[in-house]
């Protein structure tokens, strides 16, 4: 990072900041006190930074699969329903399949995973067939995938809870099994280590490696950075753009099934269960530049804002106003480091289309 980067950077996040203070006093709240309230939440003791763990787990793998696909040249920005898909496959799998011991809870994460892919490859479907762009078609696909959702749990053949004669019966689904959930590890201290988080940063790893030293990750760089000269050394453009898209679903449908499997949720298939997950995923990637090991700090920042958040709204400050806090530091972390390579090429270059 040049000088003026890290300086600019600076000057966004303390002007962000700044602006996030004058907010909360414009609507009547002390920012000392909701700074507190964010801090006892996410990061105060144990339990709270149990959950900001919990949170930064999901939010992790829909990044590490962000960067994959953007390293490609594919900009996927459908996580939010691949996350869904892989809500709805881990949970099918969980309820309708009678597997033994841990046997059930690899079923359940592999399903989520290939939900996940599935959904993202129908997108890549769509534009090798009928031509359709692939930002608009991971979009749409995401209501789709919400409309899927909201009516499985509402239909008794499927998933819906059973509750007594003429009770009103809620739109979700039973509880998944003991033997489909997420374990913890004990205590260290009083921070539960939850096996999702362990996943997580396994895949960190292996997706940093695989894009810095293999020969598909050289493949997937090439494409992005040149698919001219990617086809011209014989690289299937197709293929490894169709590729990348299909891991980036799988991630997020990974990320479903820790969202379903794990303590952060209610064991239940729910509509809205994702909780922008797939968004926040999305922008992570963003701040971190689709850069593995940085995804990381900042899925853990998104974490903290997560957790903090929910106490936040606890003791009477608006949600929303985490939201835009949110929205401040994302665009503090992403304007200068594009202002300044702008500055540095004053020569615009043309785009490049890149054949999914």
């Not at 067939?129 to 979009?139: D, K, M």
């Not at 749409?140 to 059973?162: D, E, K, P, R, T």
């Not at 990320?255 to 909780?275: F, N």
Request: positive net charge; proline residues 5%.
């Amino acid at each position: 990072m040049s000088r003026l980067t890290l300086a600019g950077t600076c000057f966004s996040l303390a002007a962000a900041l700044v602006l996030s203070g004058l907010l909360i006093v414009l609507t009547g709240y002390s920012p000392d006190a909701a700074l507190r309230a964010l801090f006892d939440g996410s990061l105060a003791d144990g339990p709270a930074l149990t959950s900001t763990l919990l949170y930064t787990a999901p939010l992790l793998l829909v990044a590490l699969g962000t960067c994959v696909s953007t390293r490609a040249g594919v900009f996927n920005i459908g996580q939010e329903g691949q996350v869904l898909i892989g809500c709805f496959a881990g949970a099918w799998c969980a309820l309708r399949l009678a597997l033994p011991g841990v046997l059930l809870l690899v079923v359940v994460l592999l399903a989520a995973a290939a939900g996940g892919a599935f959904w993202a490859w129908l997108s890549s479907l769509m534009y090798r067939w009928r031509g359709v762009n692939i930002v608009v078609s991971t979009l749409l696909m995401v209501f789709v995938a919400q409309q899927l959702i909201a009516f499985s749990v509402g239909q008794a053949w499927f998933l819906q809870q059973s509750k007594g004669d003429k009770a009103v019966v809620a739109p979700q689904s039973n509880q998944l099994p003991l033997n489909a959930r997420l374990p913890s590890f004990g205590e260290y201290p009083h921070v539960m280590v939850n096996l999702g988080l362990v996943l997580a940063v396994v895949l960190m790893a292996a997706v940093a490696i695989g894009l810095a030293r293999t020969r598909w990750g050289f493949r997937l760089n090439l494409t992005g950075l040149s698919p001219a000269a990617a086809q011209h050394a014989g690289v299937r453009i197709g293929l490894v753009t169709s590729l990348a898209l299909v891991v980036s679903g799988a991630f997020s449908g990974l990320a479903g099934a820790l969202m379903l499997a794990g303590p952060i949720g209610t064991y239940r298939l729910q509509p809205g269960m994702s909780a922008n997950v797939g968004w926040d995923g999305l922008l992570v990637a963003l701040v971190a530049r689709n850069r593995p090991w940085l995804c990381a700090p900042v899925a853990l920042l998104f974490g903290v804002l997560r957790a903090g958040g929910g106490f936040l709204s606890a003791t009477g400050v608006p949600f929303y106003l985490v939201d835009v806090v949110k929205s401040l530091l994302v665009l503090a972390l992403v304007v200068p480091p594009v202002l300044a390579s702008r500055l540095a090429l004053p020569v615009r270059r043309s785009p490049v289309a890149v054949e999914v």
